[in-house]
């Protein structure tokens, strides 16, 4: 009987140790996915904004927003780098895996977007952007504009190749993420379809961009 009790009250002792472990453990998973949750959100909101400021052509606040979203973004990087250990989680890892691919390639479109404007502002006014600067509106003739353009495009041609590179980047990045992993739908949301979508904007993206530097050069 003594001994029946000792090994019942060590038995006792390693269930009750288990127990706080692993409540330990949920809690503070818990508090970082959370976190991350916030992060993600903020995200979110700065992304709709640089979309609005993209709907008005206002290229001020187009930077303005790029900035924005820059540290929105190395902010959810940083936070995501806390859950890096649960890709070792079977099945969950998967997921993580995909987040911080995710994430990266975010980072990159962030960078395509910046250098994209960067390419265009020097045309803000010709091609309609509000505060545009270069041209001189109506004061300058149609001819004058083109010669503007046609002397300006060799200096495009190099960007042209760092926006290539930038997107063979994304595609990297989106190589590694498999949509079949996810469901159809959650709910009524379409889950997998934008997903795939998504992939084949940047799959297109990045054949319009290749196909675009020999018509500069040319």
């Given amino acids: 009987n003594k001994r029946f009790k000792r ?5 006792l002792k390693i269930l009750v140790s288990v127990s706080l472990f692993v409540l330990i ?3 503070i998973s818990g508090l970082l996915v959370y976190r991350v949750y916030k992060k993600g959100v903020n995200t979110s909101s700065s992304v709709k904004n640089l979309v609005e400021a993209i709907k008005l052509q206002d290229l001020e606040k187009i930077k303005s927003e790029i900035s924005s979203t820059e540290n929105s973004v ?3 990087q940083e936070s995501y780098n806390t859950l890096l250990w649960m890709k070792f989680i079977p ?5 993580i895996s995909d987040g911080e691919h995710a994430v990266s390639a975010s980072k990159y479109g962030l960078e395509i977007v910046e250098v994209v ?4 502002e020097p045309y803000a006014d010709i091609i ?4 545009g600067q270069q041209a001189k509106s109506g004061q300058e003739t149609a001819q004058e504009r083109l010669d503007f353009i046609i002397k300006t495009i060799p200096d495009i041609v190099p960007k042209a190749d760092e926006l290539i590179k930038k997107v ?8 590694n993420i498999d949509p079949d992993r996810y469901p159809k739908k959650v709910r009524d949301i379409e889950v997998r379809s934008k997903i795939e979508k998504g992939f084949e904007l940047v799959d297109t993206s ?3 961009l290749e196909r675009s530097k020999p018509l500069l050069e040319a």
């Fill in 206 to 208: 990045s054949e319009l």
């Fill in 168 to 175: 063979q980047l994304v595609r990297v990045e989106l190589d």
């Fill in 128 to 131: 309609g952007l509000k505060n």
């Fill in 91 to 95: 099945f969950l890892g998967s997921y």
């Fill in 74 to 76: 190395s902010e959810l």
């Fill in 117 to 120: 404007v960067n390419i265009i």
């Fill in 7 to 11: 090994s019942s009250k060590k038995l």
């Fill in 25 to 27: 453990f949920a809690i």
